[in-house]
Structures are given as structure tokens and as C-alpha cells.
């Protein structure tokens, strides 16, 4: 008969801190050519490059959002992942998002690439107790009731938000000395910060002004009991805008924006 | 900052080297110069009364093996106070050429003194016990650090900048001054306040108890570096002794505690020092096996010189001693520099400041590197030609360096340092700038000769860069049986009977015939303890000179024979044959993909052949015929871990092997 471990509560921790976490996933991709010779033999499988591992997780929020937490931060350090038994070293965030609905808690979504090892110990014996964190009443996770969006200009024109979706991501440029399979670097590249908003009908008559249109908006996330968790912002361009309508259906326009993130040199 | 890099580099930025609690970032560029005024020529100060240098051979006599029996005083008005040793050949030191010093060499066997002194009572020399006296030394020992096993332990290495020289007995005097080392296990039992494995000066008020010879806070903060310039400052009004070394100053005493009676001369050697008999010292009278040390330059006055004057000579010195040691170093950590220790010729600031790129930058995959022969082809007709070689650097060699990933402050650092490498100046009469010495990247040779050609900086986006720096290595020859530009010991080893061989094992065969001797490797699949039968030349052997290696599956192997067509006026198209050997191939191969260890074996036989020399290789089904080839051009990309790209470009060659004879400087392994 088949052994299977059933996981009512997750223990997902990232530098030992632990993450209110629904799922896990973790996978490896390994990247190897197959070298034929002339006389048509199979000389070998070569590496073409390293084994670049997978992570995702989704959670809610029951504390501040960490720092290693901010895709788009100049910091490259790595962090460790643990989850049902297993530490993960070498994990670099590349994206993280989630989505704010009217009456839903706020789930959010981190996808990591990983370079290191993983250690891997009894999960039916090894699991850590959970910390109050874990356990947190439902109050303190982060959830859409008091969580908003400020259009700082006013440019989104709907007259009322029915959801937004938020999205930060990087490419991860990892760089290897000779001789090495563990890259002495993981340069972010390519940073971007953007936000889908639901909205109902137009209050404005320019909406269709979006060539060049700058948005500013702070996204205040916060938990059921108004406590704020961490402020986004994002200070980009509309990036396209559409309105739907459907027979019993309800009119939505959406909005998308988009922030390019690059840093000034001097002031490295 | 000096003029020059101020001018003439493209990076701003760069810091000038500070003593006055100036922090530094890991990375920073920073200009040293020894001093910023100009030298002073040693005869423009007065006082002069010693001088002795290497400019030339005029300055020595010889005995009859060749040693030093005299060096001649270069000071004018003093060409009879010179150093001499009349003794035995064993105790006198050597000129060596190569670093155009005096050197004398440490040997224990010999059981004496290796060594120059000056005259009995000369007064000048002498003069530091009664009147203001300095010293400038420019010396460069070995490690100290060996120690010399005799009875009752481990004796220091140690050689005298100042001897007090009791053996003289019309100078005699009270305290030693000289450089000393403890070994890595610290169980030197000559002097106990060394710490292990270090070496430092010692002062010492008492020649004979070298024991526990003094070493005081600011004297142990100098830890010696190999290369010195030894200012020694006697100021007999104020019984001050200052000693300075590299621009940093070790010591400020008085005369009378460290050389109560004064000191008594200059003796220079490995083991001038007056350590007597003793039961402290185990009945070992000294130790001769004190290391090698190599004396540049000695200047000597008889005045207390000003400070600036001091700052001067030492800047006269260094400029003609110490050559492409200023100028740009890179900061390989964050630090705070308070002293002139932090200076990088001393060894506290070579822990900080240096020119050696391979500890600070990783190279990274996509290195490559491409091979040409300069052979000039002579041909002959009906395919025949020979391949003239003009020089013993017979190879072009072009090596792309890759340094990708570096933030925007390494790479200003890398770009800077590459630009410096221009001003060095040369060491040589051939060049007009010295090369770079670094570390090349698998499987060729570490501390390299290179010179750069040029740079290729990509930035990829704010504080991610990617440079390439294209260099090559000029002065390899294709004379050395080591090989070109791979001269690992793992492909150098001697065949050894009995030993266990995988693989595309390279193995030298030291062998006098031409033919049979050389480089091997080994084709056999299974590892395996070989007999004599499978001895490179045995019956049995699985080793070739041959290349056996496989190309990859899409090869290309064009047929263009040669033929004449002649086109003659009002009629056809004429073709007709053009004598024999129509069908001299000209292939093209790659190998892709390959491990380190194939990679290895195929660029060391590659490299073993010089671009000229020819070898055997059959072709791949469906020709399946064995020629003979060169390969006068072949690239190499290092890919990945354990993947490398090869690509080589195979001339047919319409001769024998055996009519081919080269030079090998192997003698004997």
C-alpha cells in the first residue's frame, strides 16, 4: 500500500521566518546536450549549465512584508527556504504578486530560482512546531477589506474598483566563475513593477488618452484589522485599457500599468 | 594623484594613497606614489661617503672562481674605503646577473660567513659611535622562514643590516640590528618573541643573546616584506636611532639603550652577526644557514639628513629599484589607512592594496582562446611544401578573458587596472612596458606573461557589466618539451612502469630518440596497471602520438583536387591535370561539448605540435583512411563545467613522419 503524507498545515519558512503558506512547489530543470561522435556513438549527456531549481509559494501576509520580500531592491543576497523537512539554500526572489478582491483575503505569490543544495531530513519527524505566526487568527492576515489603491492623479477615471492585481518581477542573471556550478552572482535585471485594476464604468471623458499617460498610485496592504503590512507603489505608464460589457453581465473596464525600475549609477 | 593617470586614463575616480586616516572601499583605485616630490641624485647631498651599486661590473673584483672579493666605493673622495672579503671562496658572496645584485648565499655546509665588510677601524664606517651617521640600504632576502634543524632544535634565519661586528675588535660595540624569522611551526628556539612563521626586525641591546632579542610595539608593527629599502638614522646630538623601512618608520630609539657603546660598522651578509658560544645557543656557534640575501644599492653619510632629504634619496632608490611598484593598485578590501605601513610596497598594505587581478575578479565561462602558426609555407609543386617556422615563438596566441557579473565599481577597477598595465615600465631592453602576470584559465598555465590588446566592456544594466579583455602571451617557445601555453604537471609526468593509466592520460616518455620520446596518451577505455609490453613503444601499448580523438557527428570534409583549366581563345574550356597529389585536404573539425579531461588531452596535443609539427589521424567513416596532417590554426571556448568547445583547422601533409626531426631542450627529467 502507498505511503502518502497529508499536509493540514504547512510549515514554509524563508530565513527562518515563518509564512502563513497554502502551497509549495519546488522543481529542477537541468540543461544537457547529448555529444555525438563521427562514428555515431554517444560520447556523453554534457552540462550546458547548471541545475536551476524552481520554487513557488503562495501565503498570506500576517506581518510586515520582510525586505528580502522586495523583488526590485538592489539587494542580491540569497535566502533559505524550508518546507516539509527540506531546506532549500540559494534562493533568489523573482517575482512576487497577488491579487485584491472585494470580501477575499490577500494571497500572495513568490516564485524563487535556487543554485544551492537541498538538505533533506525525515518530514514526518522533523517538523518544527509552529510559531504564533503560523497560527495567527484570521484578523491578521492580510486581507482586501481595508487594503486600497490611491490613484495619486487620477487618471484611473473608473467610478468605482471592483479588483486590482499587483505584480513585481526581475530576470535573475546568474553569473559563474570558472570552474564552478554555483554562481558567485544573481544580478536582477529587467525589473518591473505593474498593477491590473477593475473598475466599473468611466467618470472621464479623456480615457482614451493612454499614449504616454503617467499613473502614480500607493497600494496600502493591509490586514482585517487595518493594520498596515507594507505599502507598494507604482509610478509607471497606462499601459492599455479596455471595457467590457456582455449580455447579463455587468459592465468592467480594466486598467493596466506598467513601471520600467532601472537604477542611476551614481548613485551605486 | 600623479599627472599622468590623471590625464591619460578614461576612469575618474581614482584615489590618491593616504596616510591620514583616509578609508578605502574593496575596489577602489588608488594611485601610490613612494613620495611626490623628485629624487635627489646621491652626490647632491653632502656628507657622502659611501656608495656602493651595481650600475656595473667596473665596481667589483673577482677571484678567481668569479665571487666578490671587493666592491668598490662609488663615492667620491672615498675610493679606498670599499667592502672586501679576503677570506676563503666559500664565504664570499656572488654577483647574479639576472637580478643584478649582490648576493650572498646562505649555506650551511659551508659553516662560515657569507659576506662583505668594510676595512679595521675604517673611520667612517666606524663613525656610528661618535658622530651623526646614515644608512641606506636596498636589499631583498628570502623567506626567513625556513629555520635550519641543528642540535637542539630549530635555529632562526636571520642576515645582519648592521653588524656589531665584536670580531672587530678595534669597533667593537654593543647591539644588533638585523632581519629576522621564525618558522611556520614557531619552534625556533633562537629567539622566543617571534611569533611563528613570521619575520621582522630585530634590535637588540645585547649582540650575544639573540634569544629573546627586543622587539618592541612600533618595532614588531613592521613586519618585513621581501623587497626593502632600510633607512638607518643616527643622530648623535640627540642619541636618537631611527630606522626606516619601505617609507614606514619601524623604529625610534635611543643610541644608548640598543647600542650602548654605538655601532660599530656595516657588515652585510647572511650571518654576520657575533653570536658566541653559549648553552642558550646549544653549543651552535651560528647559524649559517641564515637565507640568501641580495644587496640592490648601499649609500651611506656622515650627517644626520633632513627629513626631505631622506624623503628624497629613499624616492632616488625606489625609482631604480622598485619598478612598476607604484602607480595603480586596486583595494582588495575596505580599509582605513593611519601609517605608512598601509603603503603598498610594505607588508601591511600589500594585504590591502594590490595588482594582482586573479583574487579580486572571477573569470567566467566563454573564456576562449585562439591558436595560429606563423609558419611561412613553401610550396613545391605536385602538393609538396614545407612549412618554414621564423622564430621559437612559433605560435600566435590570442586568449579572451571574460569577466562578466561585475558591478559598476568592478568593473571601473578592472577597466582602470587594464589601462595602467600600459604605463609599466619595462624591465627588459626588448619591451618598452613590462607584461601582466596573471593567471590564464583551465587548461592553461597560471602566472602568465600576457600583455593586453584590448578591452570589450558591455554594460547589460545599472551595476551589471560584462568585459572581455583580449590578451596574449608573447614570449612562449615552441623550444620548451613543456609545451606552449598548457604546461600543467599533470601532462608533464614521466612515464612510470606499473603505473595505472585512464583515459586520455598524457604521460612524457623520456625516450632520446626523437621518434620514440615524447608526449603520449593513453586511448585505452579501462584503467589498468601497465607491463613494459604496454609501454608507450611496447607491443601491447595503448598509447599513440597519433590524434586519435573523434570530431563530432556533423563534420564536413571537402574534396577540392587540384587541376588546371585553361581557357583558350575561340574555343573550349580546356582542363587538364596538374602532376600528382591532387587531393590535399583541408578540414575543418569540431568538438563540442567535450569534458575537461578530453578537452585536456586534445589542446596538450595540440599545443605539443606546435601549429607545424605533423601527426596522424583517420579520417571518419566513410573514408576511414589514416593521413598525415598538421593543424597550423586551432580555438578553444571553456563553455561550461566540464564542457568545452574545440574547434581545429587539419592540413594534409603529402610526407613521412619520420623525416621529420625537431629540437627538444629536454635533457633529462
Request: proline fraction near 3%; charged fraction near 20%.
Amino acid at each position: 500500500m502507498s505511503k502518502f503524507i497529508k499536509y493540514e498545515n504547512l510549515d514554509f519558512r524563508i530565513n527562518n521566518d515563518v509564512f502563513y503558506s497554502n502551497s509549495v512547489s519546488i522543481s529542477l530543470q537541468s540543461n544537457i546536450s547529448p555529444v555525438l561522435l563521427s562514428d555515431g556513438s554517444l560520447l556523453r549527456y554534457a552540462p550546458d549549465n547548471t541545475v536551476i531549481g524552481s520554487l513557488s509559494t503562495e501565503f498570506y501576509l500576517t506581518g510586515s512584508l520582510p525586505s528580502y520580500l522586495n523583488t526590485t531592491s538592489t539587494n542580491e543576497d540569497s535566502v533559505n527556504c524550508n518546507f516539509a523537512g527540506i531546506e532549500i539554500t540559494k534562493c533568489y526572489l523573482k517575482s512576487l504578486s497577488f491579487k485584491v478582491a472585494n470580501f477575499e483575503p490577500v494571497l500572495l505569490s513568490a516564485e524563487f530560482d535556487w543554485y544551492g543544495t537541498i538538505n533533506s531530513t525525515n518530514s514526518t519527524t522533523n517538523l518544527s512546531a509552529f510559531s504564533s505566526k503560523r497560527n495567527s487568527q484570521c484578523n491578521n492576515v492580510s486581507h482586501s477589506h481595508h487594503t486600497f489603491l490611491m490613484d495619486v492623479d487620477k487618471v484611473f477615471g473608473f467610478d468605482e474598483i471592483f479588483s486590482f492585481d499587483y505584480s513585481e518581477k526581475v530576470n535573475l542573471l546568474p553569473f559563474f566563475a570558472n570552474g564552478e556550478i554555483s554562481p558567485f552572482r544573481v544580478a536582477k535585471t529587467n525589473k518591473t513593477k505593474s498593477m491590473s485594476v477593475d473598475g466599473n464604468y468611466f467618470k472621464k471623458i479623456n480615457v482614451a488618452q493612454i499614449e504616454g499617460q503617467s499613473v502614480y498610485c500607493d497600494l496600502f496592504l493591509k490586514n482585517y484589522n487595518n493594520t498596515l503590512l507594507n505599502t507598494f507603489n507604482v509610478s509607471g505608464k497606462i499601459e492599455s485599457r479596455s471595457l467590457n460589457v456582455s449580455n447579463d453581465g455587468i459592465l468592467q473596464s480594466t486598467l493596466s500599468i506598467t513601471q520600467r525600475l532601472t537604477l542611476l549609477r551614481n548613485s551605486l | 594623484m600623479s599627472k599622468f593617470i590623471n590625464t591619460q586614463f578614461s576612469v575618474s575616480g581614482i584615489k590618491d594613497f593616504d596616510v591620514n586616516n583616509v578609508s578605502y572601499e574593496k575596489y577602489d583605485l588608488v594611485d601610490y606614489q613612494y613620495y611626490t616630490g623628485n629624487g635627489v641624485n646621491p652626490v647632491d647631498i653632502s656628507g657622502l661617503f659611501a656608495w656602493f651599486k651595481t650600475d656595473d661590473l667596473n665596481v667589483f673584483d673577482f677571484d678567481a672562481s668569479g665571487r666578490i672579493s671587493v666592491w668598490y666605493n662609488s663615492a667620491p673622495g672615498h675610493s679606498a674605503e670599499n667592502l672586501y672579503n679576503y677570506d676563503g671562496d666559500g664565504s664570499k658572496p656572488v654577483y647574479n646577473n639576472t637580478t643584478n645584485a649582490v648576493q650572498c648565499i646562505a649555506d650551511v655546509s659551508q659553516g662560515i660567513y657569507n659576506q662583505l665588510y668594510p676595512p679595521n677601524g675604517s673611520p667612517n664606517f666606524s663613525g656610528l659611535i661618535t658622530g651623526d651617521r646614515c644608512w641606506f640600504v636596498v636589499y631583498k632576502f628570502d623567506s626567513l622562514r625556513a629555520g635550519n634543524l641543528q642540535a637542539g632544535g630549530y635555529f632562526a634565519n636571520y642576515s645582519t643590516i648592521i653588524n656589531t661586528d665584536n670580531a672587530n675588535t678595534s669597533t667593537i660595540s654593543t647591539g644588533f640590528f638585523g632581519v629576522y624569522g621564525n618558522n611556520i611551526n614557531g619552534s625556533e628556539i633562537t629567539n622566543f618573541n617571534l611569533e611563528p612563521g613570521s619575520q621582522r626586525f630585530v634590535v637588540d641591546s645585547d649582540p650575544n643573546q639573540l634569544t629573546a632579542a627586543s622587539i618592541n610595539t612600533d618595532f614588531s608593527a613592521a613586519n618585513l616584506f621581501n623587497k626593502n629599502i632600510v633607512s638607518i638614522l643616527k643622530n648623535n646630538t640627540t642619541t636618537n636611532l631611527r630606522v626606516r623601512n619601505n617609507g614606514f618608520q619601524t623604529l625610534s630609539t635611543n643610541t644608548a639603550v640598543f647600542f650602548a657603546t654605538g655601532c660599530a660598522s656595516l657588515r652585510i651578509g647572511t650571518a654576520g652577526n657575533s653570536k658566541i658560544l653559549s648553552a642558550v645557543n646549544y653549543g651552535v656557534n651560528y647559524n649559517y644557514d641564515a637565507s640568501n640575501i641580495s644587496y640592490y644599492e648601499i649609500i651611506g653619510y656622515s650627517k644626520m639628513p633632513t627629513d626631505e632629504e631622506v624623503l628624497k634619496l629613499e624616492k632616488y632608490l625606489f625609482e631604480k629599484h622598485f619598478k612598476n611598484d607604484d602607480n595603480l593598485y586596486i583595494a582588495s578590501d575596505d580599509f582605513t589607512s593611519v601609517s605608512y605601513a598601509y603603503a603598498p610596497i610594505n607588508l601591511t598594505g600589500s594585504l590591502h592594496l594590490t595588482k594582482n587581478i586573479d583574487n579580486l575578479f572571477n573569470k567566467t565561462y566563454g573564456c576562449s582562446a585562439n591558436f595560429s602558426t606563423k609558419a611561412i609555407k613553401t610550396n613545391y609543386g605536385d602538393g609538396y611544401f614545407l612549412n618554414v617556422i621564423p622564430n621559437a615563438n612559433n605560435l600566435s596566441t590570442n586568449f579572451s578573458i571574460n569577466y562578466e557579473g561585475l558591478t559598476d565599481k568592478q568593473a571601473h577597477a578592472l577597466a582602470g587596472y587594464f589601462q595602467s598595465s600600459f604605463e609599466n615600465e619595462p624591465l627588459t631592453m626588448a619591451d618598452s612596458y613590462e607584461n601582466v602576470s596573471m593567471d590564464l584559465f583551465y587548461p592553461y598555465r597560471n602566472d602568465a606573461k600576457i600583455y593586453f590588446e584590448n578591452l570589450d566592456h558591455k554594460s547589460i544594466d545599472s551595476n551589471i557589466n560584462n568585459i572581455v579583455i583580449n590578451c596574449t602571451t608573447a614570449y612562449d617557445s615552441n623550444l620548451n618539451y613543456r609545451g606552449y601555453s598548457i604546461t600543467d604537471t599533470s601532462a608533464i609526468r614521466p612515464f612510470m612502469l606499473n603505473n595505472v593509466y585512464n583515459k586520455h592520460d598524457v604521460i612524457y616518455y623520456n625516450n632520446p630518440s626523437v621518434i620514440n620520446g615524447g608526449y603520449y596518451w593513453y586511448t585505452g577505455d579501462v584503467s589498468t596497471s601497465l607491463n613494459l609490453s604496454q609501454s608507450p613503444t611496447g607491443i601491447n601499448s595503448l598509447f599513440t602520438k597519433s590524434f586519435y580523438f573523434k570530431p563530432d557527428l556533423d563534420f564536413a570534409i571537402p574534396l577540392k583536387p587540384r587541376f588546371l583549366k585553361n581557357e583558350y581563345e575561340m574555343t573550349s574550356v580546356v582542363y587538364e591535370q596538374d602532376g600528382i597529389n591532387k587531393n590535399i585536404l583541408d578540414l575543418s573539425l569540431s568538438f563540442t561539448n567535450r569534458s575537461d579531461k578530453e578537452a585536456f588531452a586534445v589542446l596538450k596535443f595540440l599545443d605539443d605540435r606546435c601549429g607545424f609539427k605533423l601527426f596522424e589521424f583517420t579520417l571518419p567513416e566513410p573514408y576511414n583512411k589514416q593521413l598525415t596532417f598538421y593543424c597550423p590554426e586551432w580555438s578553444h571556448t571553456y563553455k561550461f563545467k566540464d564542457n568545452h568547445d574545440i574547434n581545429v583547422k587539419f592540413l594534409e601533409f603529402k610526407g613521412k613522419l619520420i623525416s621529420d626531426v625537431y629540437f627538444n631542450t629536454i635533457i633529462k627529467l
